[in-house]
């Protein structure tokens, strides 16, 4: 597990680039929400061939998780860095200039392959740079992220009602990159010490309790998933709301998952991060059921709030404890957590709605309950394993 420590956190020019990179991911992964209604116009879009966009951010996702350690093996940390988001903007620009379904659809191949690669070599700089204060750098650098996502339709918004029209976003997203490219092009990004011969001679096999919180990640994803997705309709379809109410009561989620994010960057210095991911599966699992089950709008509202605080930070307090376990191999590690991540954005929001068709929105959420108790029974689980086998040692 990771432990806090009594070691100021320093942030360095690189840990600074992993935050700046990260910012700019999440503001480009989140276009695809805000310009849905846009791109179903414009390109004749239905339901189902527009829900392909999203699907397509997931597979790139996991296309990386499958080949990102390997690329860095042979490439190099930087190049594989630099190149992500060459291939991020590359996909945003199509996406700006796409008239045709098939070539949104390249575009957004590009853009969750590009940046995933990218995402994966600044959770292996940030481990790797930061040690046993990882749990501090990654918590920091998603509120990074959180904070941009939330930017992105309101830019979105703002250069449609200015006249520019949505596709602007592209330029907007070429600049920022020009900027950062500019400010830290000349910057070394070191390769991992450990990921060298050693590693490779190791065949890459990452250690049975990485598997474990691995499985762990992609659970709590899912519920993250689950609730991005489909929280906004059931404030419409279920509590009553009108979707203008809904989609002003669904605010309350990223605005808790922001709050979350930077309290948790706060208690990181403080708290173990098995002993802070325990804390927000509770909190979650208090607030989703008042969600979920309260017959009061308010309460719906409140609950979602309370959920999210919990949702916050349990993707990246699992990350860091599943890349402590990795045994020095963070280009690996990093790799195959994309990959759960890509599997989870694939599959949990699909299988949900498949099953609200099937038995309503309502009953289809249980599903969040179930991954939410097999999530905390895992970790319950290693805990007390591991300190059974420590007082065995005593």
């Known amino acids: 597990m990771t432990l806090p420590s009594i070691q100021p956190f320093v942030r360095n020019r690189l840990t600074w680039l992993a935050y700046a990179m990260l910012a700019y991911i999440g ?18 879009l239905n339901y189902t061939f527009g829900g392909l966009l999203p699907a397509a951010i997931a597979v790139g996702l996991i296309l990386s ?18 190149g992500g988001a060459l291939g991020l903007v590359t996909g945003v620009f199509l996406l700006g200039v796409s008239r045709q379904f098939e070539l949104a659809l390249i575009a957004v191949l590009s853009m969750g392959f590009g940046s995933s690669l990218t995402q994966v070599m ?10 046993e204060q990882r749990s501090i750098a990654f918590t920091e650098a998603n509120v990074a992220a959180s904070l941009s996502a939330t930017l992105t339709p309101l830019a979105i918004g703002s250069l449609q009602r200015a006249g520019l029209g949505w596709r602007a976003v592209s330029a907007l997203a070429i600049l920022f990159l020009i900027i950062l490219a500019t400010s830290f092009h000349r910057d070394p990004i070191p390769d991992g010490a450990l990921e060298g011969p050693q590693s490779v001679s190791s065949k890459g096999h ?39 109410d809904a989609a002003l009561g669904f605010s309350a989620f990223p605005a808790a998952m922001l709050i979350g994010r930077i309290a948790g960057s706060r208690l990181t210095r403080r708290w173990s991060s098995l002993t802070l991911l325990l804390a927000s599966m509770t909190m979650t699992l208090i607030g989703f059921p008042i969600f979920w089950l309260a017959r009061l709008t308010t309460l719906n509202i409140i609950g979602l709030f309370i959920a999210g605080l919990g949702i916050a930070n ?24 994309s990959l759960g991540v890509g599997t989870a954005l694939l599959t949990a929001p699909l299988f949900l709605g498949w099953l609200a068709d099937r ?32 007082a065995s040692r005593l």
């Open 65 to 82: 998780g499958l080949g990102g350690a390997s690329l860095a093996r042979r490439w190099g940390r930087r190049v594989v860095f630099w």
């Open 206 to 244: 990452l250690p049975p309790s990485f598997w474990l919180y691995w499985i762990v990640l992609v659970l709590v994803v899912a519920v993250e998933m689950s609730m991005v997705v489909w929280a906004a309709d059931f404030l419409t379809s279920v509590a009553g709301l009108s979707r203008i």
């Open 314 to 337: 349990m993707f990246p307090l699992t990350l860091s404890i599943a890349v402590g376990l990795a045994g020095g191999q963070s280009n690996l590690a990093s790799a195959r957590v």
């Open 359 to 390: 038995i309503g929105l309502q009953s289809a959420y249980s599903m969040v309950i179930v991954l939410m108790v097999a999530a905390c029974a895992i970790v319950m689980n290693d805990r007390w394993l591991s300190a059974r086998g420590a």
């Open 122 to 131: 600044i959770q292996a700089l940030l481990a790797d740079q930061h040690g």
């Open 27 to 44: 503001f480009t992964q989140s276009m695809i929400g805000p310009l849905m209604p846009f791109l179903r116009t414009e390109l004749s």
